[in-house]
């Protein structure tokens, strides 16, 4: 009886294992199919939850995720210059939230890179506020 207990145990546990690593694949299949950087992130690391899924199985999901870290860096930084270039305060709120965003994703953008963008936004309020000011007080006199 006790090793019936014990067969039972470890079938129950080799399906659960089972269970798991199908789980698993299902998740990095379907992120691999949406192409979303922060699904396949999470695809990834519940993967590597023991059981984890073979090296093979998790190289090309690896290779896409590097991937799509690099074009949203790549994206992050064209969109600050172009905010830079513009003076574009809001924009750059923007890009301090999907910056933090994008760091639980683990694409590669600095603190510093952040807080850039998080003093550029200061800056740029400040101008446009000073410019508002300036545009009413000259409405005021000439009006």
Do not use: C
Request: proline share 2%.
């Amino acid at each position: 009886a006790d090793t019936n207990l014990q067969d039972r145990a470890l079938i129950l546990q080799a399906s659960a294992e089972l269970h798991h690593l199908q789980q698993s694949r299902l998740g990095i299949q379907e992120a691999l199919a949406d192409h979303e950087l922060r699904k396949l992130f999470l695809a990834i690391e519940a993967a590597l939850v023991e059981p984890v899924l073979t090296e093979e199985d998790l190289e090309e999901p690896r290779r896409v995720l590097a991937e799509l870290q690099e074009q949203e860096l790549a994206e992050w930084e064209r969109h600050f210059h172009q905010a830079e270039l513009d003076g574009d305060f809001r924009a750059m709120d923007a890009l301090v939230i999907r910056g933090h965003t994008l760091q639980l994703s683990r694409v590669p953008l600095t603190d510093e890179m952040i807080a850039k963008a998080a003093e550029l936004s200061l800056v740029y309020q400040e101008e446009d506020r000073l410019h508002f000011e300036s545009e009413v007080h000259t409405t005021r006199i000439f009006g």
